[in-house]
C-alpha cells in the first residue's frame, strides 16, 4: 500500500483536541497527512468512507457509547486498513479486545515521536505485504442486518438481529439462532468483522453474543443466559460486558 508518489493519509481518531493537535503536527513532521480529527465514531465512519485514507490511528479509550477497538473493526468492515491503538491505560483486558482486530502496533500514550514513527512505517510496509486474499471482504452494503451463508449449495440469508451468539469452533464458526445453529467456513478473527460493533459483545476468547439477546446475568459466578444457553463469561471481558448493559437499581 505504500506510494512513492503520493503521501500516505492518516486517520486520527482522537477525542482529546489538545492532544489531537499534536498528534496531527508530529505525522505531518513524519511526512504524513492528517485526516481529520475524529472525536468520535460516527465522525471517524463519515471520514473513511468519503475520504482517502491509508491508516487509521486511534485512541482507544473513546468518548461515546462506540470505543476505539469496536470502531476499527467498522472501519475494517467497511474497508481493510493498517491500525495503529493508541491507549492511555494498557490493561490486560483492553489489549486482549484490540489484538481481536489485528492491530499493526499497541502503543502507550503519550506516545514517542521515534516509537510512532517505527509503528506507522511497519504498519504501512506490513500490509502491503500482505497477500490481498488475506483482507476479509466486507459486508453486503445493500443488506447491513445480514449474511448470506452457504448451506447445501445454496446461500442462505441470516439475520444477525436473530443470531443470539457466535462461536470459534477449529476453523469454523458457529452461529446460534433460536432454532438452530448455522456453521460458517471462516476464522472468528475475520467473521467478527461483519457483525455490528454495538450489538456483538465479547464474553470469551472464542465467544461473542448478542446483548439484544442476553437474558441473565449472574456477575459473581461468571455466568450469562442468551436465549436458553447458559454461558460462562471470562473475567477479562466482564466489566465490558457490564458496560454495555442498562442496569438500574
Known amino acids: 500500500m505504500a506510494r512513492s508518489e503520493t503521501t500516505i493519509r492518516v486517520l486520527v481518531v482522537e477525542d482529546e483536541p489538545l ?38 490511528l486511534l485512541d482507544v479509550q473513546l468518548r461515546g457509547a462506540t470505543d476505539g477497538i469496536q470502531l476499527a473493526a467498522q472501519l475494517l468492515a467497511h474497508r481493510p486498513i493498517p491500525l495503529v491503538f493508541l491507549t492511555s491505560h494498557a490493561d490486560g483486558p483492553t489489549f486482549e479486545r484490540a489484538q481481536e482486530v489485528g492491530p499493526a502496533a499497541y502503543l502507550t500514550k503519550p506516545v514517542d515521536p521515534d516509537a510512532l514513527q517505527r509503528a506507522l512505517a511497519l504498519a504501512v510496509r506490513n500490509f ?97 443466559q442468551v436465549g436458553k444457553q447458559l454461558l460462562p463469561v471470562s473475567r477479562l471481558y466482564q466489566d465490558e460486558l457490564l458496560r454495555r448493559l442498562r442496569t438500574i437499581g
Do not use: W
Not at 508530529?26 to 460516527?42: Q, S
Not at 471517524?44 to 475520504?51: F, G, I, K, M, Y
Not at 459483545?201 to 456477575?219: C, F, G, M
Open 128 to 224: 502491503g505485504a500482505a497477500p490481498p486474499a488475506a483482507a476479509p471482504p466486507p459486508p453486503p452494503a445493500t443488506v447491513p442486518d445480514a449474511l448470506f451463508v452457504k448451506e447445501n449449495g445454496l446461500l442462505e440469508k441470516i439475520r444477525l438481529s436473530l443470531v443470539q451468539s457466535v462461536a470459534a469452533e477449529d476453523k469454523l464458526c458457529a452461529l446460534t439462532l433460536a432454532d438452530r445453529t448455522v456453521h460458517v467456513r471462516m476464522p472468528l478473527r475475520e467473521l467478527v468483522m461483519h457483525l455490528p460493533a454495538d450489538r456483538f459483545v465479547q464474553i470469551q476468547r472464542s465467544y461473542y453474543v448478542n446483548v439484544e439477546h442476553i437474558e441473565r446475568l449472574d456477575p459473581v459466578r461468571h455466568l450469562v
Open 19 to 56: 492532544y489531537a493537535e499534536q498528534l496531527e503536527a508530529a505525522l505531518e513532521d513524519l511526512g504524513y497527512e492528517p485526516v481529520g480529527p475524529a472525536a468520535d465514531a460516527r465522525i471517524a465512519l463519515a471520514l473513511h468512507r468519503t475520504e482517502t485514507v491509508d491508516l487509521a
